[in-house]
């Protein structure tokens, strides 16, 4: 057991997401998530995030978002938090280039319905094409043409005997994309479906100091979804908020 005690203060405490290698030899996906959270677990308040964030908290966001190749989010979230297009600043864009890649990463929207408001920024005002992945069905369902018009659409497979997309297809449908870095922003239902296959690599959970809001968890697996070790790799402590970066136990994955 280890004791957590008051030490120096540290310039930032985000330095160690930076120096995370999250390349796959095998040119797999990495999957990292970042989420955050009240004392008692609550995803929301009012039902969006905003009023859990802040501060460091709002630079990490910021940050992973520059190391992301994509970014992974959930039709609900998006309809939720009135989600736009990734901006980030010159420092993180000129980081990016220096590095060879794209000034932004790209939303990937997960939608089995494609009930999605087309006129949003998310899609009219992009730097790079917003992509809607969802199923075979629903891409030659009347919504179809209008998503096409609007965004990059990958058909994925639904898993067997279930609804959605499968975690599987999503993932590969990513990577044949060149989008090997997958930050997923939630929401808890999708996040939950990234746990049950295994499929998630690393979580970034802040844990702000805070009780109360929406009964809504972090992560709702579903029913009968086996559990998933994870290892504690950095911790630190801002203004009150908890910074907790967990990686998948590899024989739990």
Do not use: K, Q
Not at 25 to 50: C, E, F, K
Not at 87 to 94: G, H, Q, S, T, V
């Amino acid at each position: 057991m280890l004791r957590l005690v008051e030490g120096p203060a540290v310039a930032d405490v985000l330095d160690p997401y930076r120096g995370v290698d999250r390349i796959r030899p095998s040119g797999g996906a990495w999957v990292l998530a970042n989420m955050v959270g009240g004392l008692d677990g609550t995803a929301a308040i009012g039902g969006r995030v905003g009023a859990l964030t802040g501060g460091a908290d709002a630079e990490l966001f910021r940050r992973l978002r520059a190391v992301a190749d994509v970014v992974l989010v959930g039709a609900a979230t998006v309809r939720a938090e009135g989600y736009g297009p990734v901006r980030l600043p010159e420092d993180l864009r000129a980081e990016r280039r220096a590095a060879g890649r794209p000034d932004v990463p790209p939303v990937a929207v997960v939608s089995a319905s494609l009930r999605l408001d087309w006129s949003s920024s998310l899609f009219t005002d992009a730097e790079r094409p917003t992509m809607v992945v969802t199923t075979p069905e629903a891409a030659a369902g009347p919504t179809g043409p209008e998503a096409r018009r609007h965004a990059e659409v990958p058909e994925v497979d639904p898993p067997a005997g279930g609804g959605g997309v499968a975690v599987p297809g999503l993932l590969a449908a990513l990577a044949d994309r060149g989008h090997r870095v997958v930050l997923c922003e939630g929401g808890p239902a999708l996040l939950g479906e990234l746990v049950a296959a295994g499929r998630l690599d690393e979580l970034c959970l802040t844990v702000a100091p805070l009780v109360g809001g929406d009964p809504l968890p972090v992560v709702r697996t579903p029913p009968g979804a086996p559990l998933r070790g994870f290892a504690l790799r950095h911790v630190a402590l801002d203004d009150g908020a908890l910074f907790l970066r967990y990686e998948a136990v590899p024989d739990a994955r």
